[in-house]
Every structure is written in C-alpha cells, then in structure tokens.
C-alpha cells in the first residue's frame, strides 16, 4: 500500500521548497505591521539564508550537471531541470527583496532619520572627514590587484565584496586594463559620520562606498573609466573521507583552507556594469549569464546589520525580551534537588537556557558530581558550556565530550574548542565514522547521600547561550532511571564504538529511528480503521523522507487527521484528492527561528509525546546520531499540548502549504493570535505574578487556544 505514493506529483521539489521557506522570511520583511528596523533584519536574514542556499545547495547541483547527471528525484525533476527553477524563483524574489528596500524600507529609514549615504551625497565637511578617516585607517590596509596579461586573475574569497574597475593605462594610452580591490573585511562596514545624533540624525556610508570616492590613490596616474562592485559565491561543501583520514582533525583543518577558494556557483554585480565587463568576470570564474545575478545597491544587504542594533534606535525594533526563570525553578539554589523531585521541560527562549548553564557551572564545583559527559554540535565564541568542562576538568572530575567538528560553518569554533579542552585534560571525542553527532545530551554523575545518580538534559537546541536567546527550543531535566541508563549506554556505545543492542526509551539515529517512526505512524493507521481515536501532529524544520512521506500519506487515506507545523522544507503535498486530504500544513516565521522538534501520536486514545534533536530527513534518519526522547510526565504532556495548541491556533505569522507548492497567510477570521507572542506575554506576567510579593496573584488573563490536541 505505501509503493502506490510514490508518483512524482505527490511531491515538492526539496530546492524549491527552501526557496518558499526563504519567501517567507522575506514576507516578514515587507510587513509594514513589523518594527521598521525587524522588517531591515529580515531583508538581511534572507540575504545570508540565500548565500547559504547557494554555497551548499546550488553548489551540489551544480556538480551534478556538470557530471552528467540526469537522475530525477522524488518530484520527477532532473539536476537541470531543478537549477532552472532556482534561478527563476530566486530572480523573483530577489527582485522583491530590492523593491522593498528602494520603496518602503530605505525611505521609512529617512523619515526617522537614518541616512544611508553615497559617496555623491556627503557634504564637503563629511568628504574632509572621510579623506582623513580613508588615508589613516583605510589606505594602509587595501591591496589594488592588477589583470592584464601578466597579472592573471585573482582567487578572490567567498562572500567577499570586490571592485572592479576598468583602467586606461598611463604608459599604454590605446590599452585597457583592469584593477580590483577587495573591500577588507577586517575593517568596519558601515560607518557613522560625524554629527550624527539624535536631533539632527544619523547619516552613515558604506566602507565601500567611502573606498570609491578615493580610488585615484590606489592607481595614481591611470584614468578609471568605469568602477563597479562585485560579489562571488563559492562551493562551501567540505569534501572529507573520514574513513581514509588518518586524523580527522588535522583533515578538517587542511580541507577548511581551502573553503573560501571553492568553485563559484554564483557572481553578483552591479546592475549598471557593462555586458562587457560582466563576461570579463564569468569568463574568469568559468561561470555563464545563468549564474550572474544584477542587483542595485546595496549589493550586500549584510552590512546594514549594524543599523539594526544601534543603541540610538530602541523605539524601532522589537521590544526587549529577556527569557524567565520558571515557577518550578525560581529562587531555589539546589537544582540537584529539584531534578530529583520531577523532571523539568523548559520551552527556550521562552524560559531560561541560563538554567542548564548554571547546573553545568554547579557541577563543576560541586564536589559530589564524579563525572561529566555531553555532546557539542555547535556552541557561542566564548563558551561558558566549555569553560564549565574545563573549570570540571581541573577540579578532577572526569570529563567526556563528543564535539562534533564536522559542524557546517561552525567547523573552525568547534576544532578550537576541542583543543583547549584536549589541554584541559578532558577526553575529547570527534564522534564515528561517517555519522554527525547531531544528538544533544548532557550527563552529569553525581553521588547522592542515597547513591549514585545519572543527572541528563536531552535537548532539541544546542548548547550555545547566544541562538538559545533566538531560536524556540525544549529541554528536558530528568533523574528517571530508565531514561537516564538509557542515555549512559549511548554514550557508551559512542565512546566505546560497541554496538547497538536496543534501546527502549529512546529513539535514536541511525540504529532505529526511521522504524519506530513508520511503526508509530502505522499504529495509527490501525487505530483508524478500527474505528478508534488517530491523530499524528509533528512540529519539525523540514519533511523530506520519502518513505515518511508516504506512510503519512497511507495515514491520510486511512482517515487520520495530521497536522503538521514543518518551518522550512516541505516536500509533501498536502490536498491532493484520495492522497493528502486529511493532511493540514502549516508553516510559523516570526520573531524566534521556531527550532523546537515536537511528535504527538493519539494512540487511540491514549497519546504519547515525544521531543528530539531530529528532523524527517534521510541525513536525520541514517548519516546522524540523533535522539528522539518520550515525554511521560503528565504535567510536561500538558505543558506540550498548550505549546502545540498555540502554534496550530496561530493565525498571524502561520501560513499554510497549498497543493500547489505555494504558501498563503491565513485570514484571521476570529481574534488575531500569535504563539510567539502568547508565550512571551505568558512568561511575563507569570514572573510578574511571582515578583507581587504579598499580594494575591490575579488570573493570567491572555487570549484563549482553540485547543485542538487531545490530551489524556
């Protein structure tokens, strides 16, 4: 029965459905409901998803075509066929992106009076400036690259943006010749002149536009005839063969030196350079017209960050949000003691990640914890996580950490760390072969007055304070002996390297996940047809697989009602008539990058929740170690069905998947509601409630859930 939906129309294109995923961002962008300086944000989030899409996405495609490929995927497109309708899509969107900039963004910001200057437009008291501010800070570190026929053409660095002029040579007057001079990175972006305050505003200019208006002396004696800005992509994929490595670290290390040298898949120029110059520039790079993208300025959206978090302008973003400590856990000292008596599940940035920060700091000096062992995925630039491990480490207790260095783009941090905690004496591991740690665990051993105990933290999150402020996210705090035994032998078997002999618990990757995921699903199916409750709702950040996707669609037909609250890629089609009829999809982009993983199965009438590092994707499912954990507690299950309840109730920042691979926003036809928004508002006056010493707390009163889970 699952064979039978496997047609290609079933499916939506995995490429394509980022796209839609980016589209969205964008949406956000052009909300003039948003605060002027989060829809600025958003222009800039689209741009950097975009890089990444291309550097690692359009990258492989490429390499496909270029190889001979003419392998169809799911949906029945062929490697070409799928670069055609990303360079369709992303033209499209591109073009709003610039739109919106020109015509609401950037005269919103004037009206405010934020300027974003060109070098034609500064007053003569602002060029003096600039010179003096080019000539000591800017000249000394900018290298003027000639291409003529003995200076070939550079091997300029990914994402970096670069000048390209067109140069009448001086000693050869018939000749034209070109220069380029890569804007340094190392230097600030965007630059505030002088006088800019409050009153009378703030004026800024672009270090690359500064670099513009004195380029006379960087080829002194050279008429420059034309000068435009370019920007390259380039192939960021690591390309490793753990098995052949001898050392896996100095492997990554050797193949990231080489990340910012790639092939380019992408060029992006200025929309007024010549046809000329522009096949100057393919030409050099091997690309064709196909992969040339012409946009105004500015050509880099990125380095208008800096206006978004100017301490000048408070009033035109989000207002401030600082995650609260919960009920359970306020004011009391001993987090041992606590966990001890319940589990605790924590919906970040919602409530406190600073919580598994400080138990983690505890441990470190607690002179009754033994030992510590937890994965590192990813992790902030000056980590407390690692400096507890090491402050651990020091007081003797033995530390284990399985830091992942395989990490896309946050390679260079990890192999840092790795090696300071290696100094440190902890036993650093790079995880198996073949396989990324993705799993997120933490084990603290501790020796109790009434005997050893296993502390564990299972998380959908990282451990990086700084995204735990951004993206939403679930912890689970628990001593329950059979969770926590479970978790000691995996970390016995990644350590160990023993093999998997069944865990009962815990659904983990690759060793039996994609199985106990189908076997839930059918359950359902079974539940159906005989007539008892079913439902499935799954809260992820992509639907790939496609032996998932079928046996949802099977559900669908069997009559089980599935919600499904996927972030980004989608390649199920929900709609299709005796297929995905009963198949609902919904996707949130607000404020926070929803990251939280959620499964909810009625089990005819008895539901079981389940939380996890993993997506429903073939990398999830077999080239990962991931670690979906069951949610028991009745109080924590409640506390699951309310933050289900609220994302598939949100009527503002939710759009739905239509059949034809497209999303809509939906109408609110009742009372607008944000689940974002209602969890933030809930946590507020919740510590307000606690901080009223002396009073009665009055009833939280915020707009109500249509509550559409069933819960025990």
Avoid at 87 to 108: F, G, H, M, S
Avoid at 452 to 470: E, F, M, Q
Wanted: proline share 5%; with cysteine.
């Amino acid at each position: 029965m699952i064979s039978t939906f496997n047609k290609p129309e079933y499916y939506i294109n995995r490429e394509l459905s980022w796209l839609e995923f980016n589209a969205r961002v964008l949406e956000e962008a052009a909300d003039p409901k948003q605060p002027l300086l989060e829809r600025l944000r958003f222009l800039c989030i689209f741009s950097s998803n975009l890089d990444e899409f291309f550097e690692i996405r359009v990258a492989g495609i490429k390499q496909q075509i270029e190889n001979g490929s003419a392998e169809q995927t799911a949906d029945g497109l062929t490697p070409l066929e799928v670069f055609e309708g990303i360079e369709k899509r992303t033209r499209e969107l591109v073009d709003t992106q610039y739109k919106i900039w020109a015509e609401e963004i950037n005269p919103a910001l004037k009206e405010q009076g934020i300027f974003l200057c060109n070098h034609k437009e500064l007053t003569k008291s602002e060029l003096e400036w600039c010179k003096n501010y080019f000539d000591k800070e800017i000249f000394p570190v900018l290298t003027p690259l000639a291409v003529d026929s003995s200076h070939p053409f550079p091997q300029l660095v990914n994402k970096c943006l670069n000048l390209i002029l067109t140069l009448k040579r001086s000693h050869s007057p018939h000749s034209f010749n070109f220069g380029i001079v890569q804007i340094p990175r190392i230097l600030p972006r965007l630059i505030t002149l002088p006088g800019s305050n409050l009153q009378s505003g703030f004026r800024f200019i672009l270090l690359s536009e500064l670099i513009v208006n004195f380029l006379d002396s960087l080829f002194p004696g050279d008429e420059i005839q034309a000068v435009n800005f370019f920007r390259i992509t380039r192939n960021s994929e690591l390309y490793i063969d753990e098995e052949e490595a001898e050392n896996l670290l100095q492997t990554v290390e050797e193949e990231l030196k080489k990340r910012n040298r790639g092939n380019a898949v992408r060029l992006e120029i200025e929309s007024s350079c010549s046809k000329e110059l522009e096949k100057v520039l393919l030409d050099a790079l091997h690309l064709d017209y196909r992969d040339s993208y012409r946009n105004p300025d500015p050509l880099n959206f990125l380095h208008l960050l800096p206006i978004c978090d100017h301490e000048a302008f408070p009033h035109l973003r989000d207002r401030p949000w600082t995650p609260v400590i919960p009920a359970e856990l306020s004011g009391k000292p001993d987090l041992f003691e606590v966990i001890r008596k319940e589990d605790i599940l924590l919906h970040h940035p919602f409530e406190s990640f600073g919580i598994i920060v400080d138990l983690l700091q505890k441990a470190a000096v607690d002179p009754s914890v033994l030992g510590i062992r937890m994965t590192l995925y990813r992790t902030s630039g000056d980590s407390p996580i690692v400096h507890a491990l090491i402050r651990a480490a020091q007081n003797g207790k033995q530390v284990t950490a399985l830091v992942e260095i395989k990490a896309r783009f946050d390679e260079e941090n990890n192999i840092l760390w790795a090696k300071r905690m290696e100094e440190a004496g902890i036993y650093v591991l790079y995880g198996i072969v073949g396989l990324k740690t993705h799993c997120k665990m933490l084990e603290i051993i501790r020796r109790d007055p009434d005997g050893i105990r296993l502390y564990v933290h299972l998380a959908t999150g990282n451990y990086h304070p700084s995204t735990a402020r951004l993206y939403t996210d679930l912890s689970l705090l628990t001593t329950n002996v059979e969770i926590t035994k479970e978790v000691a032998t995996l970390f016995n078997i990644l350590t160990g390297l023993s093999r998997f002999h069944g865990i009962e618990k815990l659904i983990v990757a690759p060793f039996n996940m994609a199985r106990r995921i189908k076997e839930l699903i059918l359950r359902e199916i079974e539940y159906a047809k005989e007539g008892k409750k079913s439902r499935i709702i799954a809260k992820i950040n992509a639907l790939v697989d496609e032996e998932i996707i079928q046996h949802l669609y099977a559900a669908s037909t069997a009559g089980v009602k599935i919600d499904l609250i996927v972030r980004g890629i989608c390649c199920l089609r929900p709609g299709v008539p005796k297929v995905s009829e009963n198949i609902r999809v919904i996707s949130i982009v607000g404020r926070f990058l929803e990251h939280s993983r959620i499964f909810y199965f009625e089990n005819g009438g008895n539901p079981e929740f389940y939380s996890g590092s993993a997506d429903w994707m073939q990398r999830n499912f077999y080239r990962r170690i991931e670690i979906i954990f069951p949610i028991e507690n009745p109080k924590l299950k409640e506390k699951l069905n309310e933050i289900l309840n609220a994302y598939l109730s949100d009527n503002v920042k939710a759009r739905e998947l239509l059949t034809n691979g497209k999303y809509k926003r939906l109408k609110a036809e009742k009372e607008p509601f944000q689940a974002q928004l209602y969890f933030r508002e809930k946590a507020r006056k919740e510590q307000q409630q606690r901080q009223s010493k002396g009073k009665e707390c009055a009833e939280i009163s915020i707009y109500p859930i249509q509550f559409l889970a069933h819960p025990k």
